[in-house]
């Protein structure tokens, strides 16, 4: 009796210890989501590793780098501050939205179908008067470190200002437009190009950005070339040319709710590599 009394005395600490948990734990996940894709990233890996140093160092007694690192850690506080100031400052808006736990960014059927047509007209337009566009559609891996490049917008996407955008001797027309959810956030955004040393050499500058913004993350390129009129679609480091509105539409359908371009669109009349 004695053992059932304590069990049932100690039930609402252990649900308010998960509870406690699980709040710390969506926490984390928030802040890793809202870092992700920038150069955050890397400098925790960084921080991650002076850790492992001082442990280390600890361990084996070696005093000076010991004294070092002290030192660092004693002022890292106002190092994150300062170096995690644009991150800090977007969890802080997020939270003041009420969009910090809560994500509002899911698209209806309707916003989906919408940006897909938007997106589609704009590009098949721009191929007929071989007009150069280049169009980033962001999906998991975030892409603010590339959007703070450009001019924002944060505008309603619509094939009408998608065509003015990239109008040739226009202030924003040169560099890449980066779309997130029926957003256009951003253009005139400079993107990494590719080094990939197997690429053509036909393919210029537009192309080797669209395709190195995929290398390193998992946004879809679109880009129509103002030689050809061609309209070519980059994913994962690979260039897939010659596309036509069918097989475009088809693309985005897909992966503006799955995450991954289905292969048997490669297969069998589907895309082809370019």
């Known amino acids: 009796m004695f053992t059932v009394a304590f069990l049932d005395m100690s039930i609402p600490n252990i649900i308010a210890s998960l509870f406690d948990i699980a709040i710390l734990a969506l926490i984390i996940y928030k802040l890793l989501m809202l870092i992700r894709g920038t150069r955050a990233v890397q400098l925790i890996k960084g921080i991650i590793v002076l850790l492992i140093m001082a ?10 780098l010991q004294w070092v690192l002290d030192q660092f850690w004693a002022v890292i506080f106002i190092f994150l501050a300062i170096v995690f100031q644009p991150e ?3 969890a ?37 008067t071989k007009t150069g566009a280049l169009i980033i559609i962001e999906r998991e891996i975030g892409l603010n470190d590339y ?33 997130r959810g029926n957003s256009i956030v951003a253009a005139a955004c400079f993107l990494p190009l590719s080094d990939n040393p197997y690429l053509s050499i036909s393919l210029g500058t537009r192309h080797r950005a669209g395709i190195g913004i995929s290398e390193v993350s998992d946004a879809i390129s679109l880009i129509v070339s103002e030689e050809t009129g061609v309209i070519s679609l980059a994913t994962e480091g690979k260039l897939f040319r010659n596309l036509d509105e069918k097989q475009l539409r088809e693309v985005l359908s897909t992966n503006l709710t799955n995450v991954g371009v289905p292969k048997y669109l490669f297969r069998k009349g589907g895309l082809k590599r370019g």
């Open 55 to 64: 442990n280390v160092s600890d361990l084996l007694g070696l005093h000076t």
């Open 88 to 90: 800090l400052r977007r």
């Open 92 to 128: 802080l808006e997020q939270i003041g939205r009420g969009q910090f736990f809560f994500s509002s960014n899911d698209l209806s059927s309707g916003d989906v179908i919408h940006t897909i047509d938007e997106i589609v007209e704009a590009l098949v337009s721009c191929a007929k």
């Open 147 to 179: 959007i703070e490049t450009g001019v924002m917008l944060n505008s309603q996407i619509s094939e009408e200002l998608l065509r003015n955008i990239f109008v040739v001797n226009t202030p924003l027309h040169d560099g890449a437009v980066i779309i």
